[in-house]
């Protein structure tokens, strides 16, 4: 019998089946159980995928124990420190740092890319005023494919590279225009000399009446927060864009789906529940009363931007973050800022909490993103939205991934069937 295998025996019947073990670089290996099913007729059941490995990935690997979080094997600390976010996007969806070269050709097509149809423009006005931002973004990326109908085959790589390309660089157009439809304001174009994150901050907070002042330390903040949240592997909204692109649908309207999954207070609406939540508890002295709440079990409130399903020691990216926003505050003259007292007073007293530390659950990254946010006066209900400007360059990287695959399949998911046994239809008037 090979070493490398599991091997499983139905007691019922006596049948085994020996199912190859598959190492990976860094990581647990796996159980190959593809053949289970055709030799004993078992499914395998891990409902929210606790245990699954859905697919093979050469692009992010994370430690949950050690904290580890790598981008292509380049620890997230390195790159925050001396990346920018489209080096970074290079990296994610080509494998490799850029040379100067790549990186300036890089550049050169994201900034083609910028400006949106005009057509889109109407698909705003259907919105109402007061629409949540997230809903505006599932559907006017969804929207997109309609309006670039020139590299619809995604059998082909260069239509593919092109799609990456145009989801990159439109997002901080689309979003900054829902911003601006929201608020009134006329929309901003594109200034394509910027760097992307200045660009960003331009489009959405310059007027047409006056000079728009950039802010470095703010635009590094900013960046040091898209770098975080890139691409963080398997998670929701990313598996969700990958069982979109198994069905070989087109990779806007994927993206759309990841956005849709990715808005959930579960995921990435987290940032938005944290500083609702610190609003809610308002002064420090009402901390204690909200503790007891959230490890109520009857009360289904719980601390917002804690724990995690993969990080059971600490999420490195919380680390990164913290400092950032520790600095940010203090550059901006905002450490007194009542938010940001009661969020450290919140962390402190849950760090020393004994059902925070028994069950490992600690800050994620987005426990300080929304400070963040905040102090770079971003609204509230667009903070799903930056996290999913900075998220679109790890999906696309995962799906063009996955659509290079040779043998690529459509994700079918099986199921325990709970529900009645056959039975007969009766007429409505003998029910
Ligand atoms: N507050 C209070 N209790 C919590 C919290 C929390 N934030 N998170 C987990 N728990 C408790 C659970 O009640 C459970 O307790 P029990 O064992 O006594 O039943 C235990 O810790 C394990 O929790 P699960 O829900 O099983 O953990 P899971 O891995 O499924 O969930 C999740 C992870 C969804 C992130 C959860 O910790 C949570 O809801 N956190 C708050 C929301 C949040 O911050 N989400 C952002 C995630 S990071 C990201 O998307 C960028």
């Known amino acids: 019998m090979s070493k490398n295998t599991v091997t499983i025996t139905d007691n019922r019947t006596g049948k085994s089946i020996e199912c190859p073990i598959k190492d990976g670089v860094h990581g647990p290996s796996v159980i190959d159980s593809r053949n289970l099913y055709k030799e004993l007729e078992l499914f395998t059941f891990d409902p929210a995928f606790v245990t699954t490995a859905s697919c093979e990935s050469k692009i992010t690997f994370i430690d949950g124990e050690k904290g580890i979080l790598l981008y292509r094997g380049y620890p997230i600390e390195q790159l925050a420190k001396n990346s920018s976010y489209l080096e970074v996007c290079y990296l994610l969806l080509y494998g490799e740092l850029p040379t100067e070269d790549q990186m300036k050709n890089f550049r050169g097509s994201i900034c083609q890319h910028t400006l949106l149809h005009e057509g889109l423009s109407n698909f ?108 963080h592997e398997q998670n929701a909204s990313t598996s969700t864009v990958r069982l979109a692109g198994s069905s070989q649908a087109h990779p806007f309207s994927c993206v759309a789906g990841g956005i849709a999954t990715l808005w959930g207070p579960a995921h990435g609406g987290a940032n938005e529940a944290v500083i609702r939540m610190l609003h809610n508890i308002g002064h420090s002295r009402n901390i204690p009363k909200y503790i007891d709440r959230f490890k109520d079990k009857n009360d289904p409130t719980r601390l917002m931007g804690f724990g995690h399903r993969v990080y059971k020691n600490y999420d490195p990216r919380a680390t990164i973050i913290r400092e950032s926003c520790h600095g940010l505050l203090k550059d901006l003259d905002m450490s007194q800022m009542p938010l940001f007292e009661t969020a450290m007073e919140l962390e402190r007293i849950a760090l020393e909490d004994d059902y925070f530390i028994e069950r490992k659950l600690y800050p994620n990254v987005d426990f300080y993103s929304g400070i963040i946010l905040s102090a770079l006066n971003i609204p509230l209900n667009m903070f799903t939205v930056m996290f999913s400007v900075a998220r679109t360059v790890g999906w696309v990287s995962q799906w063009m991934e996955m659509m290079n695959e040779p043998d690529l399949k459509i994700g079918r998911p099986r199921q325990l069937y709970l529900g009645n046994s056959r039975r007969d239809y009766i007429p409505m008037d003998k029910r």
Do not use: C, W
Not at 156 to 183: F, Q, V
């Open 124 to 231: 705003y006005k259907g919105f109402q005023h007061d629409a949540h931002p997230m809903a505006m973004l599932v559907g006017v990326v969804g929207a997109l494919s309609g309006y670039y109908p020139d590299a619809m085959d995604i059998k082909n790589p260069e239509h593919r590279n092109m799609s990456a390309i145009r989801l990159i660089a439109k997002l901080p157009t689309i979003a900054t225009r829902i911003h601006k439809y929201l608020i009134g304001q006329p929309y901003v174009y594109p200034r394509n000399s910027l760097d992307y994150v200045s660009n960003f901050m331009y489009m959405m907070f310059s007027r047409p009446t006056m000079d728009y002042e950039f802010n470095e330390k703010a635009n590094r903040a900013l960046e040091i927060m898209l770098i975080l949240h890139a691409d």
